[in-house]
């Protein structure tokens, strides 16, 4: 079992920037594969970013193409940590946003999520 723990959200003018964290539990999180994704009002829950490991201290990332250059997504391994970095943030990244696991060091499919954070950004 893995308990995934998302914070760092709140509101933001555009343009500011946030850094969210998610705390997991599990011994082997070094070889999970992590991600965020969000969810805005009335749309469907979208990818943001992810990472998988790819042996020894390497990691693998993917970004969508709306935040690519303006986020970025790390982990701290000795921490159990996830983080998003998000920079030059716009109205329209106002989202909850949700931290997933996968044990199976996968990108796209994800065995635990998060309860979310809400990010808001104003104009």
């Known amino acids: 079992q893995v308990q995934l723990v998302e914070s760092g959200g709140g509101l933001v003018q555009a343009g500011g920037s946030l850094r969210l964290s998610c705390a997991a539990s599990g011994r082997t999180f070094s070889s999970y594969g992590m991600g965020w994704f969000r969810q805005a009002p009335g749309k469907e829950r979208e990818f943001v970013a992810a990472t998988r490991w790819t042996g020894g201290n390497s990691y693998y990332g993917e970004y969508a193409d709306s935040v690519k250059g303006r986020f970025t997504i790390s982990r701290d391994g000795a921490r159990n940590t996830l983080y998003l970095q998000m920079n030059s943030l716009k109205p329209e990244d106002t989202a909850v946003y949700y931290c997933?696991?996968?044990?199976?060091?996968?990108?796209?499919?994800?065995?635990?999520w998060g309860q979310g954070t809400q990010v808001t950004v104003s104009s």
């Open positions: 997933a696991a996968s044990t199976r060091n996968l990108l796209y499919e994800h065995d635990y």
